[in-house]
């Protein structure tokens, strides 16, 4: 069946930097488009960033262009998050997922425990 283990999340001081992984199993990685996206407290869901089949093409919310890299290994099914520049807004457990419609993204069942990120000082 499909999973996702996400990892490499932390503490980090504004300004800082991070980079998550996501571990694939269970599906034929390579065939899937894949995004992050994250739930800071008290919040829904929401849309951080997106990549395509092969990596050609990628997306990105506008809170993050610009500080955030997608990229993916598809010999390692694996899926990363680089975060520059992070801000205390960015506190978030993030996950990782197969590529839905950012405007309705939900929890499915493959999706890992996610990732804590706590940016402060």
């Known amino acids: 069946e499909a999973q996702l283990v996400e990892s490499g999340g932390g503490l980090v001081q504004p300004g800082g930097s991070l980079k998550l992984s996501c571990a694939a199993s269970g599906f034929a990685f390579r065939h899937y488009a894949m995004m992050w996206v994250r739930q800071a407290p008290g919040k829904g869901l929401e849309y951080v960033a997106a990549i395509q089949m092969g990596g050609i093409g990628r997306d990105y919310a506008e809170g993050v262009e610009g500080r955030f890299t997608i990229s993916r290994d598809d010999a390692k099914n694996r899926l990363y998050l680089e975060m520059n520049d992070l801000k205390p807004e960015d506190t978030a457990v993030y996950y990782c997922?197969?590529?839905?419609?950012?405007?309705?993204?939900?929890?499915?069942?493959?999706w890992g425990q996610g990732t804590q990120v706590t940016v402060s000082s």
């Open positions: 997922s197969q590529y839905q419609t950012p405007e309705t993204v939900a929890r499915d069942d493959y």
